[in-house]
């Protein structure tokens, strides 16, 4: 089975740091994903990454950045957190060029708290 | 831009009960997933449709694509508690799985 494994399950911040959420799945996957997810807002899309080093922006990509230095590893960085960043992060992956398609897999969620 | 709209978004039948939960998309796509999330929990994948009249079906849930109305349902037959989570439709965007939209959930509440 695919596995996408994010580091931290919870994580509470202050206003100002410097947040790394990290990623690593362990398929070989092209394809890396950060979404947040908020009630009543569903999931949005960050950013993602097709290839190592590549990267393009979701669609609310301020405030965030991402690196993608291992295939296997995609990591989203807050600058400096805000109380508006406080919410679920989800991470994802899939392949596309190994033949068949089952969408995303997703790793078990970063709860993050900023106060 | 592709939208993709589910209703209900909110859901409370009684055990036992059938009903359909609707996912439509607004560009052409003929790749659409399901998934389910229980509270505080990740996204847990249910069904891949991936051709018009695709239809999949796990347990008490069946899962059916109509490309050309741009429609996927999700059927619940006989429902029981188990089945209250939230569940997500998603559709491809480029044909490839490397970007997926999602709709906002329909969260499923299974009375006794």
């Known amino acids: 089975d695919v596995k996408v494994t994010q580091s931290s399950r919870y994580l509470v911040k202050r206003t100002g740091e410097k947040v790394f959420l990290e990623c690593v799945q362990d398929?070989?996957?092209?394809?890396m994903f950060w979404y947040r997810q908020d009630p009543g807002l569903g999931l949005r899309l960050i950013y993602f990454?097709?290839?190592?080093?590549?990267?393009e922006k979701g669609d609310i990509p301020e405030g965030y950045s991402v690196s993608r230095e291992k295939k296997e590893r995609f990591s989203l960085i807050l600058e400096s957190a805000s109380t508006n960043q406080t919410s679920m992060y989800l991470c994802?992956?899939?392949?596309?060029?190994?033949?068949?398609?089952?969408?995303?897999?997703f790793g078990s969620g970063t709860r993050l708290t900023v106060v | 831009e592709l939208k993709v709209e589910q209703n209900p978004l909110f859901l409370s039948m009684q055990e036992g009960k059938n009903y359909t939960i609707y996912c439509n998309y607004s560009t052409t796509s003929d790749r659409l997933y399901w998934y389910r999330q229980d509270p505080g929990k990740s996204l847990e994948s249910l069904f891949v449709?991936?051709?018009?009249?695709a239809v999949k079906q796990e347990g008490r849930l069946m899962a059916s694509l109509d490309t050309k109305a741009r429609l996927s349902t999700l059927h619940i037959t006989a429902a029981v508690h188990d089945l209250s989570a939230t569940y997500f439709c998603a559709v491809d965007i480029r044909g490839g799985s490397e970007k997926l939209v999602f709709g906002k959930g329909t969260k499923l509440t299974v009375n006794p």
């Open positions: 994802a992956s899939s392949s596309t060029t190994h033949g068949t398609i089952y969408g995303y897999t």
């Open positions: 990454s097709y290839d190592v080093k590549m990267k």
């Open positions: 398929m070989d996957h092209e394809n």
């Open positions: 449709l991936l051709s018009n009249g």
